[in-house]
């Protein structure tokens, strides 16, 4: 399945159903009075979270989603029936724009959730509700209003806890199938990633966190070299990322030290906000190398300012992959535990200010 995380849909609600003109007419029953129902309201759009869908690929063949129109009201009070809402689902991470005005509409996020982005038309009235002392004969009704009609903009960001970087045959997709059950290609080409991948690293019965691989960024990304850029998206809901360096051909010509320089560049050009995320610098092809080159590398991103965590695996063999990921699922599990505390601190400090005003 082609991977697609934009598209443009419109979206029309129904309109509502029209007040009915009737009068009661029975035999031996003069002046019946009035008997005009209401119409019934018009169904509205809806987009709810399906965390079974992973693309946006569907709305490419399909992108107007009409909503069913309201019944008119009959006579002998009889209401029309009101449509059904018109449910259009969409992956987890969906954020809605009004594509007229760029206005943010909602962020989806969490399954089953649902957003209105359309509103259906209210009913018309009968001539029955009109009646009164000194009009028992109305013959005013009111039509159904009409549905709302939008420009959709949807635009998906994956949710992962974890997001792998590098030039391309860094090693990302090899890491992602060592730890997870995701099955990217894997090819000694550059590029072989296309799309996004996301993987499931399982620890043990409720040890678990998400990891996301996009394609490899290259030089000149920012200015839409590669593919890339156009994926980097997906890693501005991610709470770490990890640089993953090939070292197996640590010499003048393929300096590490450029490489990680290079990823950083492109970062900072496309959001600086993703540049300053934590980073850990992952040294991978350990299983060609030995561990003189790997200190050789470490000394000198250390020379050059990192300051942050640097791990060595063999993404293909294995080798210290499983401590990388116990790593990061307790750096995840303390930033829960301190976001957790600053909630508590936030209620603590609401209530005590809602106290001093009483």
Same mark, same amino acid.
């Given at each position: 399945? /082609?991977?697609?995380?934009? &598209? +443009?849909?419109?979206?029309?609600?129904?309109?509502?159903?029209?007040?009915?003109?009737?009068?009661?007419?029975?035999?031996?029953? #003069?002046?019946?009075? #009035?008997?005009?129902?209401?119409?019934?309201?018009?169904?509205?759009?809806?987009?709810?979270?399906?965390?079974?869908?992973?693309?946006?690929? *569907?709305?490419?063949?399909?992108?107007? $989603?009409?909503?069913?129109?309201?019944?008119?009201?009959?006579?002998?009070? %009889?209401?029309?029936?009101?449509?059904?809402?018109?449910?259009?689902?969409?992956?987890?991470?969906?954020?809605?724009?009004?594509?007229?005005?760029?206005?943010?509409?909602?962020?989806?996020?969490?399954?089953?959730?649902?957003?209105?982005?359309?509103?259906?038309?209210?009913?018309?009235?009968?001539? !029955?509700? $009109? /009646?009164?002392?000194?009009?028992?004969? =109305?013959?005013?009704?009111?039509?159904?209003?009409?549905?709302?009609?939008?420009?959709?903009?949807?635009?998906?960001?994956?949710?992962?806890?974890?997001?792998? +970087?590098?030039?391309?045959?860094?090693?990302?997709?090899?890491?992602?199938? !060592?730890?997870?059950?995701? %099955?990217?290609?894997?090819?000694?080409? =550059? $590029?072989?990633?296309?799309?996004?991948?996301?993987?499931?690293?399982?620890?043990?019965?409720?040890?678990?966190?998400?990891?996301?691989?996009?394609?490899?960024?290259?030089?000149?990304?920012?200015?839409? &070299?590669?593919?890339?850029?156009?994926?980097?998206?997906?890693?501005?809901?991610?709470?770490?990322?990890?640089?993953?360096?090939?070292?197996?051909?640590?010499? #003048?010509?393929? *300096? =590490? +030290?450029?490489?990680?320089?290079?990823?950083?560049?492109?970062?900072?050009?496309? @959001?600086?906000?993703?540049?300053?995320? =934590?980073?850990?610098?992952?040294?991978? /092809?350990?299983?060609?190398?030995?561990?003189?080159?790997?200190?050789?590398?470490? !000394? %000198?991103?250390?020379?050059?300012?990192?300051?942050?965590?640097?791990?060595?695996?063999?993404?293909?063999?294995?080798?210290?992959?499983?401590?990388?990921?116990? &790593?990061?699922?307790?750096?995840?599990?303390?930033?829960? *535990?301190?976001?957790?505390?600053? *909630?508590?601190?936030?209620?603590?400090?609401?209530?005590?200010?809602?106290?001093? @005003?009483?």
């Amino acid at each position: 399945m /082609k991977f697609v995380d934009e &598209a +443009l849909i419109t979206v029309q609600a129904g309109n509502g159903g029209d007040g009915c003109l009737s009068f009661r007419r029975e035999k031996f029953i #003069p002046r019946g009075g #009035p008997d005009g129902g209401d119409g019934g309201d018009g169904g509205s759009v809806y987009l709810e979270v399906d965390s079974g869908l992973n693309t946006l690929v *569907d709305f490419r063949f399909k992108r107007l $989603f009409r909503a069913a129109h309201g019944q008119a009201g009959q006579g002998t009070d %009889r209401i029309g029936k009101s449509a059904e809402d018109l449910i259009i689902r969409v992956p987890e991470g969906t954020l809605v724009y009004d594509a007229d005005t760029e206005e943010l509409i909602g962020d989806l996020i969490g399954h089953g959730t649902r957003l209105v982005v359309a509103k259906g038309g209210f009913h018309g009235l009968g001539n !029955a509700r $009109f /009646k009164s002392s000194v009009n028992r004969a =109305p013959r005013r009704t009111t039509p159904g209003m009409p549905g709302e009609e939008r420009n959709l903009r949807l635009e998906l960001k994956l949710l992962a806890d974890v997001g792998l +970087l590098g030039l391309p045959n860094a090693g990302k997709s090899t890491l992602i199938r !060592a730890v997870s059950a995701a %099955r990217p290609k894997v090819a000694d080409y =550059p $590029f072989t990633t296309l799309i996004p991948n996301l993987g499931v690293v399982r620890l043990g019965l409720e040890q678990s966190f998400v990891i996301a691989d996009i394609p490899g960024i290259i030089e000149g990304a920012a200015e839409g &070299a590669g593919l890339g850029l156009r994926f980097l998206k997906h890693l501005e809901r991610t709470r770490l990322l990890l640089h993953l360096l090939d070292i197996s051909g640590f010499d #003048p010509e393929r *300096d =590490p +030290l450029v490489d990680f320089e290079t990823i950083s560049a492109e970062l900072e050009a496309f @959001d600086e906000d993703l540049a300053t995320r =934590p980073r850990w610098v992952v040294l991978n /092809k350990m299983d060609v190398v030995d561990d003189a080159i790997a200190d050789e590398c470490e !000394a %000198r991103l250390r020379e050059h300012g990192w300051d942050g965590p640097v791990h060595r695996v063999s993404a293909a063999t294995g080798l210290g992959c499983d401590e990388l990921m116990w &790593a990061i699922f307790h750096w995840l599990t303390a930033q829960n *535990d301190e976001d957790h505390d600053f *909630d508590d601190q936030h209620e603590e400090d609401d209530e005590h200010d809602a106290g001093a @005003d009483d």
